[in-house]
């Protein structure tokens, strides 16, 4: 009787063993097809985002109001910063806001967005506040710039072409830019070269740029709590009304936006857009209505 209980004890220690075996390779198995599943699905994930387009967005915003040179503060830059700023968040961009940059404000924020651009990025620069240009250059300038000169521009200033290259060499993916400082400024009559508004400003390759004014003109701010370049550029954004048609894409906002600007001025301003685009860029979110039907 001993001996019996002895090999049935043996035998029940040997299928326990096998049992939990058989379970240990049927996890280790169900596991390894669940991790197979998942890289499957991230690499299907990174393939659709490839061919559908889809980039990481990065938005450098610089609205400058309160420049000590001028008369009274420009009210409409910030405003329009925090409203554009708003509306780039809501269409998935990462955004770096800066009111009133001082020299080293705009250098820092340049310095964040290096860091952050890489070869799949579309980035974006706005720029609301005074600008001058300076051989052929347009330069974008802080609320402590102290301007007697034009050596002091390129000392002080931010030069856009020069950002635009900084966003191609860190290897960025496109590049769009909204430069809304075409103002009449109190520096230019300093200069022995006076000259009026921005420089024309080429789209390098594959870029995207909308400016305020044609080349050499100056605007003069409308009524109103953001520029009429930002108010009709956020309409845009934001999605045409009820049963009109949205423009489908980063070009077609900012062709839409400078027709509407010019249409609203009668013609006393008229953006510029400039485009080496290789491909359409989706910018903005469509109505409701527009997208229940599409």
Known sequence: MNVLQMRLSRRTITTAAAFVGLVSLAIGAHAALNKRSLDAATA???LENNSTGKHARLALV???GHYPDAATPLTQPINDARALTSALRRDGFEVDV?????REDMARAVDRLKAKIRPESVVMLYFGGFGVQVGRQSYLLPVDAAIWKEADIRRDGTSVEALLDVMKERGAHARLAVID???RNPYE???RGYSRGLAPIAAPDNALILSSATPGKVTDDAEGPTSLLVTELLKNLNGAPTGEAR????EAVFTQTRLAVTRVSNGEQV???SSSLVEDLPLGTAPAAAKAGS
């Open 44 to 46: 299907a994930a990174v």
């Open 62 to 64: 610089i609205g400058n």
């Open 98 to 102: 800066v009111e009133d940059a001082t």
């Open 181 to 183: 400082a075409s103002r």
């Open 189 to 191: 009559r300093r200069f």
């Open 247 to 250: 423009p489908a894409g980063a």
């Open 271 to 273: 953006p510029v857009v």
